[in-house]
């Protein structure tokens, strides 16, 4: 049954594609400049729903935890598990996401995560014993995974050079959107019906099928990637997409983007694990490991558990964590302006050297057990650090340096890396910070200084460069 659904969907597809993406006149893309900018703005901003839903599943339980260990008798253990069974499920749609959106396109991929997202919600708020509800937050969690793969690589290969950026960082802020309105939802369902009401976890996972039917509305309207359209022999497509897109010489362009999918899928073909693509597959591998090794989720995780500690009770614990969450939206915007502006290699380099103040601020702070507003210093310079540098460049390079014939399953790759990572770092914090804080974020500092080291012998910036051309640069 599920299998007749997806052939008639990815049919559905290929003929909406087919009636919106009309092969203009140049004369007619000429004289539609606007119009070619609001099709490429609104297509980041609709791609970037997914991103959006991510951080909401990500966040959403948080509000739940009471109530599901109340209403299905479950202990630490079991809770723990309940909270991390999505976390097993963006592993799987990480490492799995990449072959369906070089085989099917990245639209149709698109489509059938929105329809998971909108399935999980609905499970989750509907779930009718613990085993149930355990299978529709690992399915939202392969939703999310997916998503963290598919949705920055949709908006790196339909920028221009000039805007990727800022477009891709589109992701970014929507995950840590995300991340607020699961909180603010969840503070709304409470507020309106009332903390006596017993379905309240049940609102709460529900609030999300509502963004999940949007994102599964409006995915449809865009249009599918050109480089995509390329790889499929699909060039006159491709190139009116561009056009549409606000390409400055789409015919130009198309050709590049012919040229370097011929050179890459001559003898071995388009495997990712071949020595051609050693060099980037490293590079993004090496990005992707430190966006974890530089703590951000055990603080992201842990905020409020990270000021009990330090002395603070409960109710400012709570207070302090929504200040920090503001600083990572406030931080995330400046990284929005910086990225196109002073480059990729620039925000990581820099991003290194306030990591490391922050972290060994934090380490002293344990150290010493010292309290007060130096605490909340600390953990803004390490979630700030992150929104602006990491966070910001993490979805742009990964996708910039990865060549067009494995972009995909590269991609998968590195985002697979990210979720092993935070998982471990997840798992291991709490431990290591109840025998020795300092040591916690001794670590995360030690990290950030072999990442400015590296990152400045050995990373390329790739502002302003088309991704044929620094496949180029790359080599072979």
């Not at 559905?12 to 703005?41: D, E, W, Y």
């Not at 400012?316 to 931080?331: C, E, H, P, T, Y």
Request: hydrophobic fraction near 55%; include cysteine.
């Amino acid at each position: 049954m599920f299998r007749q659904y997806l052939k008639h969907l990815l049919k559905f597809n290929k003929k909406h594609h087919a009636m919106h993406t009309p092969i203009l006149p140049k004369a007619s893309v000429q004289n539609s400049s606007a119009c070619r900018g609001g099709v490429l703005l609104l297509s980041a901003i609709v791609a970037a729903l997914g991103s959006l839903l991510f951080g909401f599943d990500t966040a959403v339980i948080s509000g739940t935890t009471e109530a599901l260990r109340s209403v299905f008798a479950l202990n630490d253990n079991l809770l723990g598990l309940t909270v991390s069974s999505a976390l097993f499920g963006t592993m799987l749609g990480a490492l799995t996401a990449g072959r369906p959106a070089d085989w099917w396109g990245r639209r149709p991929v698109l489509t059938i995560l929105a329809v998971m997202f909108l399935v999980s919600a609905a499970g989750c708020a509907g779930a009718w014993n613990w085993y149930a509800l355990l299978f529709f937050r690992f399915l939202g969690g392969v939703a999310v995974g997916a998503a963290s793969v598919v949705c920055p690589m949709y908006i790196t290969e339909i920028a221009p050079p000039k805007r990727r950026g800022l477009l891709v960082c589109v992701s970014q802020l929507n995950i840590v959107a995300g991340i607020l309105l699961a909180y603010l939802s969840n503070y709304l369902v409470l507020h309106f019906l009332g903390a006596e009401n017993s379905g309240l976890w049940r609102w709460m996972f529900g609030v999300m099928a509502l963004p999940a039917l949007a994102f599964l509305i409006t995915v449809l309207l865009i249009p599918e990637s050109p480089r995509w359209l390329v790889k499929q022999n699909r060039l006159a497509e491709a190139e009116a997409v561009l056009a549409r897109f606000g390409h400055a010489d789409p015919a130009r362009e198309n050709q590049e983007i012919q040229e370097s999918l011929a050179a890459d899928t001559t003898g071995t073909g388009d495997r990712l694990f071949q020595r051609k693509y050693l060099k980037p597959l490293l590079l993004v591998c090496m990005i992707a490991a430190f966006n974890q090794l530089d703590g951000i989720n055990a603080v992201i995780y842990y905020t409020s558990d990270i000021f009990r500690m330090a002395g603070a009770d409960k109710s400012s614990a709570l207070m302090q964590s929504v200040i920090v969450g503001f600083a990572n939206l406030l931080m995330t915007f400046v990284g929005m302006a910086l990225i196109d502006r002073i480059g990729r290699k620039a925000l990581l380099l820099i991003g290194s050297v306030t990591f490391v103040m922050s972290h060994l601020l934090a380490a002293w702070v344990f150290a010493t057990h010292t309290q007060g507003w130096i605490v909340i210093a600390a953990m803004m310079g390490v979630v700030g650090s992150h929104a602006y540098s990491q966070g910001a460049v993490v979805w742009v390079i990964i996708n910039e340096l990865l060549p067009n014939a494995v972009r995909a399953s590269g991609a998968a790759v590195a985002c697979t890396l990210m979720w092993v990572l935070c998982a471990a770092i997840g798992w291991a914090f709490p431990v290591i910070a109840k025998a020795s804080g300092a040591m916690a974020f001794g670590f995360f500092a030690a990290m950030m200084v072999l990442q400015f080291v590296l990152v400045a012998k050995f990373l390329p910036e790739t502002k302003g460069v088309s991704l044929e051309e620094l496949q180029k640069r790359l080599g072979k």
